[in-house]
């Protein structure tokens, strides 16, 4: 069931702005990595890799709190399990991908301005308890704004 005031295709706007948000987070963050003395090259091919990689886990996320809510437009309520559950599905992906990807595979490797607890670096932590809340309020924003536009003559 879809709510009035929800954005028809939530998926769009959630990966547009999650590619958004964590492209910034990514080059934001790069002194915390060994490689961020590489070639600008190098350094852009990498960072939108994982910013397009953490889009694709926003949208496994999202359809997960889809499958567990029975609505695309679970953002929509004042409930807060699904944005919890939104929330914890990223966090715990990512905690697995940075221990298997630092410790297990050497894909990437932290440089020692890292904060960590534990083996895992807090900045991809601190990422995805950030972004994934914000896309949240972004969502219903987009969803009350377009709710606004049906009802004013000329920006349907």
């Known amino acids: 069931m879809q709510s009035e005031n929800a954005p028809k295709v939530p998926e769009f706007y959630l990966v547009a702005l999650g590619l958004t948000t964590n492209?910034?987070?990514e080059f934001a963050h790069s002194p915390y990595y060994t490689?961020?003395?590489s070639d600008l090259s190098y350094l852009f091919w990498t960072?939108?890799?994982c910013a397009v990689s953490d889009a694709l886990i926003l949208l496994c996320a999202f359809w997960i709190t889809c499958l567990a809510t029975n609505s695309r437009h679970w953002f929509m309520n004042p409930s807060a399990w699904p944005a919890a559950l939104?929330?914890?599905v990223g966090l715990n992906y990512t905690i697995w991908s940075e221990w298997i990807n630092?410790?297990?595979r050497g894909t990437w490797a932290y440089s020692d301005s890292m904060p960590m607890i534990l083996g895992i670096g807090m900045t991809p932590v601190l990422q995805?308890?950030?972004i994934p809340p914000?896309?949240?309020v972004s969502l219903k924003g987009i969803g009350i704004l377009s709710a606004g536009r049906k009802n004013t003559p000329g920006l349907q």
């Open 23 to 25: 492209a910034l987070w």
């Open 35 to 37: 490689d961020h003395t």
């Open 47 to 49: 960072r939108m890799h």
């Open 86 to 88: 939104f929330i914890a």
């Open 102 to 104: 630092t410790t297990i």
């Open 128 to 130: 995805w308890l950030t």
């Open 134 to 136: 914000l896309l949240v």
